[in-house]
């Protein structure tokens, strides 16, 4: 593990500068400069409405982190790190469960710490996406609870349960099928099944995978980003088909059910025969259905450019996740290997190193930075390429030197002087934990 000394210092700060007014929780966003809440409004660059929980803390933003705490105490047998961990576990379960099971947090809730209260906002919906939970954590610290919420949160979802078809809200009614929160409800239904061993829980993830799945071109093969509303994104295929797949890929490791793997494998096969372009050597940040065509959209906005880019800085989600895909294809390729995945993971590499800010002078976000890393190692190491693993240790360095910064590491490298949850702070921190 390389600046070992530098996470310790984050985690501390973390954990302990605005103890007296957050306790367990920790604070979704830090003035680095005073280790204390920004004074001003603070808006965060990157997410829109209240996502970056102001004043408060936003434990499901927080997981990323939250992991690597436990990896940072099992790396050097410290126990502080994950204590506070788990601590910040046990707060958010006493404050944050509705009465009905479903845990209170999303993109459209947080807990405020000053108030010491639960704030909806946007209409207050619950909505998970893109980070499934780490459910394995709650399992350990609340068995009943995790399982109530799981189940509960299913079938608020999912409006339709004879074809399994979803909304991205739980308000039980039509409404945006994104691939990335059809994905979540896979996934968690299947870890479930694993521990109950549930056939009703197996079911209704194949349900909900089926229902994505089946809303694909017949001769492109492409899957739509959301099915339902008619807008671009039922109209296009974009990389967050790769984040799709491998929550499927997760929920075939947990049931042994080999059709999530063919879903999966099959919509991101789609993709790439159609994504990139041999003149640019890139991917297409949007794909139309029906044609196979790239698509240039007029504006930026919530949505990908007119390639898609690892190092992306636009308002987020915004349903771009290369590296998502650049993981899947690996993955793909170590199961299958054909060379059309071999093809994706050295152009996904050779992108990253092209396009990285250390070469281009653009500012980026910590996550960026973590999933970058995160990716060019595991290329190398899995295709024993040792440039690429070089390119990784190029990356961890140039992220240390841009984003650690009194005694914390910081959202983004654009001048600023913010720790920011929602900015990905602790994908940094798992990928320098685990290069």
């Not at 590491?409 to 929602?422: K, Q, S």
Request: aromatic share 12%; proline share 5%; charged share 20%.
């Amino acid at each position: 593990m390389i600046h070992q000394e530098k996470i310790e210092q984050h985690f501390q700060k973390l954990t302990s500068t605005v103890a007296d007014v957050a306790g367990p929780m920790w604070p979704s966003v830090l003035d680095v400069s005073t280790g204390k809440y920004p004074e001003s409004d603070h808006v965060p660059k990157r997410v829109y409405r209240l996502i970056g929980a102001p004043r408060g803390s936003t434990f499901y933003w927080d997981q990323p982190s939250l992991m690597a705490a436990y990896g940072l105490s099992d790396a050097t047998g410290k126990p502080a790190y994950a204590q506070a961990a788990d601590d910040y576990v046990r707060a958010f379960l006493a404050e944050c469960i509705a009465e009905n099971g479903m845990f209170q947090w999303g993109n459209h809730v947080y807990y405020d710490v000053f108030e010491r209260r639960i704030v909806h906002f946007a209409d207050g919906h619950h909505e998970l996406r893109p980070i499934t939970p780490a459910w394995d954590v709650f399992m350990r610290l609340a068995p009943e609870a995790t399982a109530v919420y799981i189940r509960t949160m299913a079938d608020r979802h999912v409006y339709d349960p004879v074809s399994g078809a979803f909304n991205r809200h739980d308000n039980s009614r039509r409404g945006h099928a994104f691939l990335e929160a059809g994905g979540i409800l896979v996934e968690s239904l299947a870890w479930l099944y694993r521990q109950t061993n549930d056939p009703i829980l197996l079911e209704n993830s194949l349900k909900i995978a089926r229902f994505s799945y089946a809303h694909r071109h017949p001769e492109t093969g492409l899957v739509k980003n959301e099915p339902l509303s008619g807008r671009w994104d039922s109209k296009v295929c974009t990389t967050e088909i790769g984040l799709w797949a491998q929550c499927l890929m997760r929920a075939a490791g947990y049931t042994a059910n080999e059709e999530f793997m063919v879903m999966a494998r099959e919509a991101v096969r789609a993709y790439l025969n159609h994504a990139y372009d041999q003149t640019s050597g890139r991917y297409a940040g949007q794909v139309c259905v029906d044609t196979g065509a790239a698509v240039v959209p007029e504006k930026t906005g919530y949505w990908p450019r007119e390639t898609s880019d690892p190092w992306n800085t636009d308002q987020w989600p915004n349903h771009d996740y290369p590296m998502e895909l650049a993981q899947a294809c690996l993955s793909f390729y170590v199961e299958t290997k054909e060379p059309l995945f071999h093809d994706a993971v050295t152009c996904w590499a050779r992108i990253v190193a092209e396009t990285a800010p250390g070469r281009t002078g653009k500012w980026t976000y910590a996550e960026n930075y973590g999933r970058c890393i995160q990716f060019m190692y595991r290329a190398g190491t899995l295709l024993h390429l040792p440039d690429l693993i070089s390119a990784s240790d190029i990356l961890a360095e140039e992220a240390v030197d841009q984003l650690y910064c009194g005694g914390m590491f910081l959202g983004a490298t654009d001048g600023g002087h913010v720790y920011e949850a929602v900015d990905g702070v602790g994908v940094l921190l798992l990928a320098l934990l685990r290069h």
